[in-house]
């Protein structure tokens, strides 16, 4: 009784421990991602600031979901001023960055188009942002963890991996959303478009049958005069 006793008490410990950690699982991954949609106009340069940390990294993903040539100018520059890198008339791009202390400045530039707006998508992930390591003074507490099949340690490690993977999904799919945007856009301009010029080429057919007809009975009509 006393070991079966002390089995369970592992047990609730156990889950006490994981219960915990779930409700901390934000704190499990370094990786902060977060995306946004904006609308660019015609002439306009939008400009945005991330603070970063040294030894982190900053990876910016961005696409061009609709408007014009669906192209944008982009460039990225450090706390200094230098710029980093830059995209002229692109449709999409990706860069990353290792980073410093400081504000990290990205712009999407559409000076050059005097007429289209354009629809901008973009992503950021940082990497490395928290360098606070977690206590483990938990594990001080947790005795008889050699009588299960598997350690705390496993366990901490599955649901890290977990987590990373599912945040990788989800990135994954934000960025398929987003293709799926930009081919839908498209679709739907040059649908537009066929309805359009499929109105022009009907009118113009009719015009000309009228054209036709006209010139056909002016060909048969007797214009001579008859005197009694």
């Not at 410990?13 to 946004?36: E, I, K, N, P, T």
């Not at 400009?47 to 014009?68: H, N, P, R």
Request: proline share 1%.
């Amino acid at each position: 009784m006393a070991t079966v006793w002390q089995f369970f008490c592992v047990v609730s410990v156990l889950l006490a421990v994981v219960s915990q950690r779930f409700s901390a699982l934000a704190g499990f991954s370094q990786s902060l991602d977060s995306d946004f949609t904006f609308t660019l106009p015609a002439g306009r340069k939008e400009c945005f600031y991330q603070t970063m940390k040294k030894d982190a990294s900053l990876e910016i993903e961005y696409q061009v979901l609709d408007g014009g040539s669906l192209d944008v100018d982009f460039y990225i520059s450090s706390p200094s001023g230098q710029v980093l890198y830059s995209d002229h008339h692109k449709s999409d791009g990706m860069h990353t960055v290792e980073t410093e202390d400081g504000d990290y400045m990205f712009c999407f530039d559409n000076t050059f188009s005097s007429v289209s707006e354009k629809l901008v998508f973009f992503e950021l992930i940082l990497d490395n942002m928290d360098t606070d390591e977690e206590p483990d003074d938990w594990k001080e507490y947790v005795h008889g963890t050699d009588m299960l099949d598997m350690k705390l340690e496993d366990i901490m490690d599955t649901i890290n991996s977990v987590k990373s993977r599912l945040g990788k999904s989800v990135q994954i799919q934000t960025v398929l959303r987003a293709f799926e945007a930009r081919d839908r856009n498209l679709q739907e301009s040059n649908f537009d478009r066929v309805n359009f010029w499929s109105v022009v080429n009907l009118m113009v057919m009719m015009l000309v049958s009228g054209v036709q007809v006209y010139l056909v009975r002016s060909l048969f009509e007797d214009k001579r005069k008859i005197h009694m």
